[in-house]
């Protein structure tokens, strides 16, 4: 499941997107208008559980994005394995982030280059760490490089290394830890690999590893279960067994975890050390969490116990209000803050004071009859009691024709008779005399017209049956309306700022038109234009009417805004304009991507403190790939692809400051480095081989027309990249082969990025 404003990825049982906030609506076509049946929902710093461990959302979402780009390609400190495990903790793991791979032709690279996700921090392990490379060659020997000038000899590590290996070096870089191809983690110092040292195995069957900036080496294995375990230089000591999720400390000093029970989905939060002493030195930090909304190593944390029951949600009249929120210091006892909710979005923790905004859901059992107007029924009505009859050829077409002495007249098979007048003689045998008519001409005259009779007859037969078929269908949709019920949900909106007893702010939403980010809420009502979303004659099918309770269709239908907890309406020029995406930048501007009448629209309004005020439309053609970001001073701003060919190229495009300003024409994907706002873009793409360019002004720069691997990015304008099965070395100028037949490659400090594609 995706969500349907910014496209990120959800659990089935995600009610609200974890990353913008945006309510996932419940499908209306169930009849009870409930959410659909569900596990116990993970927490939203969870991904689904699949056979690996949950990915922290929010943090690790971005670093199993890496994880997975790093270990398809196997290149970068972060390779093979990382996708398996999911990676920890993204605030943990540096580097780059939503890489696009260049190897495997145009689908792949469009499929991993939309992940467009961002990784905190700078260089992998910080700015502190120093520089040492790694390569494996295509004999499967894994090699390592102390640096990239000319004449330094490559020392091997091992020879028993695949395409599932993984390097990473130590902080000082004097010790390096890698995977083979047996999922085995060794270690060796760098001094004995010219004397041809053998590594240390520290563990069997790892999934991938991290190098913390303490010198400690976390990893994790799998035999069945996962366990996590800390290697100090000497000695392994298990840090968990069987966990759902995980995160690593800021300070590289704490290891919290997560186990959940699989039958309910009721978590319980853990931290260990990440020492000697820390083995079976596990602290509870909270327990019974369905959903946990808080970074699990804050100093307040903040969580929910939902007791929605699958089995029992289809039943008539179930209360989907089960969720009690409470906070509590890791390890003491918790607060209840508001209890018998449906689900809350925006939590802020500031100086011990929580707040977030929550819903209560009504439900309202009507039937889909209640939604539509019914402008033909009294003519339906009309029609369908009028009774048909068809035109039989016995009452229109002659048996015999006769003069009675005066007058020629003629008997129908049913044994009416009806007159043939002179002016009907004369129109079809103008030639012969009244005096001269035979009973046989008589006859020809006499089915002339009763052909004309029966034409007529017929017309006005069909004109009427076509009318009855209408209105028959229509009253088939009717009587379907007025049988099958519908749950119509609504959300009452209500601001928790430290007291649970506060009135709502806006009522009556609807909840699949519904947009919200960072305490600003765009939202329609049920009950605008009566709640009418179509009129009966306007539906083709009856179930039409789930579409356009979806899409919120009702015309006339008025959009609200909610800004500072004030409701005040919200107007579009266009009455058919939807929202698909609403984008708070830096708490004072918001732009709206909306739709109207078929054509999509950036629009920019001033955040002030009560409502919202329209300033420009960004641009209303055609644009792609829309994602929020920061610059290199923090400031939010707006990446896209402008002018698209509809099929791969755009212009990348960045809106900040109230401009919208081209950044480089005609490309399939940009990389935009985070310390510097350093830009590289993708220029040409084969089914083997990718053109990357850095972008210098107002110039594009060539790196290479022929890379067949992700960049390594070592400086703003140095990187690492495989070209044609070398590795080659580029320093803003020209490129230097470092290694043949090169597999993949490894640095020891790497800069962090992100990537960017119209698709």
Same mark, same amino acid.
């Given at each position: 499941?995706?969500?349907? +404003?910014?496209?990120?990825?959800?659990?089935?049982?995600?009610?609200?997107?974890?990353?913008?906030?945006?309510?996932?609506?419940?499908?209306?076509?169930?009849?009870?208008?409930?959410?659909?049946?569900?596990?116990?929902?993970?927490?939203?710093?969870?991904?689904?559980?699949?056979?690996?461990?949950?990915?922290?959302?929010?943090?690790?979402?971005?670093?199993?994005?890496?994880?997975?780009?790093?270990?398809?390609?196997?290149?970068?400190?972060?390779?093979?394995?990382?996708?398996?495990?999911?990676?920890?903790?993204?605030?943990?793991?540096?580097?780059?982030?939503?890489?696009?791979?260049?190897?495997?032709?145009?689908?792949?690279?469009?499929?991993?280059?939309?992940?467009?996700?961002?990784?905190?921090?700078?260089?992998?392990?910080?700015?502190?760490?120093?520089?040492?490379?790694?390569?494996?060659?295509?004999?499967?020997? &894994?090699?390592?490089?102390?640096?990239?000038?000319?004449?330094?000899?490559?020392?091997?590590?091992?020879?028993?290394?695949?395409?599932?290996?993984?390097?990473?070096?130590?902080?000082?870089?004097?010790?390096?830890?890698?995977?083979?191809?047996?999922?085995?983690?060794?270690?060796?110092?760098?001094?004995?690999?010219?004397? +041809?040292?053998?590594?240390?195995?520290?563990?069997?069957?790892?999934?991938?590893?991290?190098?913390?900036?303490?010198?400690?080496?976390?990893?994790?294995?799998?035999?069945?279960?996962?366990?996590?375990?800390?290697?100090?230089?000497?000695?392994?000591?298990?840090?968990?067994?069987?966990?759902? +999720?995980?995160?690593?400390? %800021?300070?590289?000093?704490?290891?919290?975890?997560?186990?959940?029970?699989?039958? %309910?989905?009721?978590?319980?939060?853990?931290?260990?050390?990440?020492?000697? !002493?820390?083995?079976?030195?596990?602290?509870? &930090?909270?327990?019974?969490?369905?959903?946990?909304?808080?970074?699990?190593?804050?100093?307040?944390?903040?969580?929910?116990?939902?007791?929605?029951?699958?089995?029992?949600?289809?039943?008539?009249?179930?209360?989907?209000?089960?969720?009690?929120?409470?906070?509590?210091?890791?390890?003491?006892?918790?607060?209840?803050?508001?209890?018998?909710?449906?689900?809350?979005?925006?939590?802020?923790?500031?100086?011990?004071?929580?707040?977030?905004?929550?819903?209560?859901?009504?439900?309202?059992?009507?039937?889909?009859?209640?939604?539509?107007?019914?402008?033909?029924?009294?003519?339906?009505?009309?029609?369908?009691?009028?009774?048909?009859?068809?035109?039989?050829?016995?009452?229109?077409?002659? %048996?015999?024709?006769?003069?009675?002495?005066?007058?020629?007249?003629?008997?129908?098979?049913?044994?009416?008779?009806?007159?043939?007048?002179?002016?009907?003689?004369?129109?079809?045998?103008?030639?012969?005399?009244?005096?001269?008519?035979?009973?046989?001409?008589?006859?020809?005259?006499?089915?002339?017209?009763?052909?004309?009779?029966?034409?007529?007859? $017929?017309?006005?037969?069909?004109?009427?049956?076509?009318?009855?078929?209408?209105?028959?269908?229509?009253?088939?949709?009717?009587?379907?309306?007025?049988?099958?019920?519908?749950?119509?949900?609504?959300?009452?909106?209500?601001?928790?700022?430290?007291?649970?007893?506060?009135?709502?702010?806006?009522?009556?939403?609807?909840?699949?038109?519904?947009?919200?980010?960072?305490?600003?809420?765009?939202?329609?009502?049920?009950?605008?234009?009566?709640?009418?979303?179509?009129?009966?004659?306007?539906?083709?099918? $009856?179930?039409?009417?789930?579409?356009?309770?979806?899409?919120?269709?009702?015309?006339?239908?008025?959009?609200?805004?909610?800004?500072?907890?004030?409701?005040?309406?919200?107007?579009?020029?266009?009455?058919?304009?939807?929202?698909?995406?609403?984008?708070?930048?830096?708490?004072?501007?918001?732009?709206?991507?909306?739709?109207?009448?078929?054509?999509?629209?950036?629009?920019? $309004?001033?955040?002030?403190? +009560?409502?919202?005020?329209?300033?420009?439309?960004?641009?209303?053609?055609?644009?792609?790939?829309?994602?929020?970001?920061?610059?290199?001073?923090?400031?939010?701003?707006?990446?896209?692809?402008? !002018?698209?060919?509809?099929?791969?190229?755009?212009?990348?495009? #960045?809106?900040?400051?109230?401009?919208?300003?081209?950044?480089?024409?005609?490309?399939?994907?940009?990389?935009?480095?985070?310390?510097?706002?350093?830009?590289?873009?993708?220029?040409?793409?084969?089914?083997?081989?990718?053109?990357?360019?850095?972008?210098?002004?107002?110039?594009?720069?060539?790196?290479?027309?022929?890379?067949?691997?992700?960049?390594?990015?070592?400086?703003?304008?140095?990187?690492?990249?495989? #070209?044609?099965?070398?590795?080659?070395?580029?320093?803003?100028?020209?490129?230097?082969?470092?290694?043949?037949?090169?597999?993949?490659?490894?640095?020891?400090?790497?800069?962090?990025?992100?990537?960017?594609?119209?698709?």
């Amino acid at each position: 499941m995706f969500c349907k +404003n910014c496209g990120k990825e959800l659990p089935e049982s995600a009610k609200f997107c974890s990353s913008c906030g945006t309510p996932v609506a419940p499908a209306p076509e169930e009849p009870e208008g409930q959410r659909p049946a569900e596990d116990a929902a993970p927490a939203p710093e969870s991904a689904p559980v699949t056979e690996e461990p949950a990915v922290t959302a929010g943090e690790s979402t971005q670093t199993a994005a890496d994880g997975a780009a790093a270990g398809t390609a196997a290149v970068g400190a972060e390779a093979a394995g990382a996708e398996t495990a999911g990676a920890a903790d993204a605030g943990k793991r540096r580097g780059k982030s939503g890489l696009f791979l260049l190897i495997a032709g145009v689908v792949v690279v469009v499929l991993v280059i939309v992940l467009l996700v961002k990784l905190l921090g700078g260089a992998i392990g910080g700015g502190s760490r120093t520089q040492a490379f790694a390569y494996l060659n295509d004999d499967y020997e &894994l090699l390592y490089l102390s640096d990239l000038k000319e004449k330094t000899e490559a020392l091997e590590i091992t020879d028993e290394a695949d395409y599932g290996a993984d390097v990473q070096f130590s902080p000082n870089a004097k010790t390096l830890y890698f995977l083979d191809g047996d999922s085995t983690l060794y270690t060796i110092p760098v001094s004995e690999l010219k004397d +041809n040292g053998r590594p240390d195995r520290i563990a069997r069957d790892v999934e991938t590893f991290w190098v913390l900036d303490t010198g400690n080496v976390v990893y994790l294995e799998y035999d069945g279960e996962y366990e996590a375990s800390m290697y100090d230089g000497e000695e392994s000591y298990t840090l968990a067994k069987n966990f759902y +999720n995980w995160r690593i400390g %800021d300070d590289d000093k704490t290891f919290y975890y997560v186990e959940r029970d699989p039958d %309910d989905g009721i978590m319980t939060l853990f931290s260990v050390p990440i020492s000697r !002493d820390g083995e079976n030195q596990e602290k509870e &930090l909270l327990d019974g969490a369905t959903d946990i909304y808080t970074s699990y190593d804050a100093d307040l944390l903040v969580y929910a116990e939902d007791d929605y029951d699958p089995d029992a949600a289809y039943t008539e009249d179930y209360d989907f209000n089960t969720m009690t929120v409470y906070s509590c210091k890791p390890g003491e006892e918790p607060t209840e803050l508001v209890r018998d909710v449906y689900d809350i979005t925006d939590v802020k923790v500031d100086g011990g004071k929580v707040s977030f905004y929550y819903y209560i859901q009504e439900n309202e059992k009507r039937t889909l009859y209640d939604f539509v107007t019914d402008s033909m029924a009294a003519q339906d009505a009309q029609i369908l009691a009028e009774e048909l009859e068809y035109p039989a050829f016995d009452d229109f077409y002659p %048996d015999e024709a006769y003069f009675d002495g005066t007058s020629w007249y003629y008997t129908t098979y049913s044994g009416e008779t009806f007159p043939l007048s002179a002016e009907q003689i004369a129109e079809y045998v103008p030639d012969v005399p009244l005096s001269e008519l035979d009973e046989y001409t008589a006859w020809n005259v006499a089915y002339e017209v009763a052909e004309a009779s029966y034409d007529a007859a $017929y017309e006005e037969y069909s004109t009427k049956y076509d009318e009855w078929y209408a209105a028959s269908d229509r009253q088939y949709i009717r009587e379907k309306l007025q049988e099958i019920t519908y749950g119509q949900s609504s959300y009452s909106l209500y601001h928790y700022t430290g007291s649970a007893d506060s009135e709502p702010i806006a009522t009556d939403i609807n909840p699949s038109q519904l947009v919200t980010s960072n305490g600003v809420f765009l939202y329609q009502k049920n009950t605008e234009a009566g709640g009418k979303v179509a009129d009966v004659a306007d539906l083709d099918y $009856y179930s039409d009417i789930y579409d356009l309770l979806e899409t919120g269709s009702a015309e006339g239908a008025v959009w609200y805004q909610n800004v500072g907890d004030t409701e005040s309406p919200f107007e579009f020029d266009d009455e058919e304009t939807t929202v698909a995406r609403m984008c708070v930048l830096n708490d004072k501007e918001v732009v709206l991507y909306v739709h109207e009448g078929g054509q999509s629209a950036l629009l920019s $309004y001033s955040l002030g403190a +009560n409502a919202l005020t329209f300033t420009d439309t960004i641009l209303d053609d055609d644009f792609a790939g829309l994602t929020q970001s920061e610059d290199t001073k923090g400031n939010d701003v707006l990446y896209l692809f402008t !002018d698209v060919d509809g099929e791969s190229y755009g212009d990348f495009s #960045c809106y900040a400051n109230g401009e919208l300003t081209v950044v480089a024409k005609e490309v399939l994907g940009a990389i935009v480095l985070d310390e510097s706002g350093t830009t590289y873009v993708v220029t040409d793409l084969s089914s083997s081989a990718a053109e990357l360019s850095l972008v210098d002004g107002g110039d594009l720069v060539t790196v290479s027309d022929e890379l067949t691997s992700d960049p390594v990015f070592l400086e703003d304008k140095q990187l690492l990249y495989v #070209c044609d099965g070398d590795l080659y070395v580029w320093d803003g100028k020209e490129e230097r082969r470092v290694a043949r037949d090169v597999e993949a490659f490894w640095a020891a400090v790497e800069l962090s990025y992100n990537t960017y594609s119209p698709y």
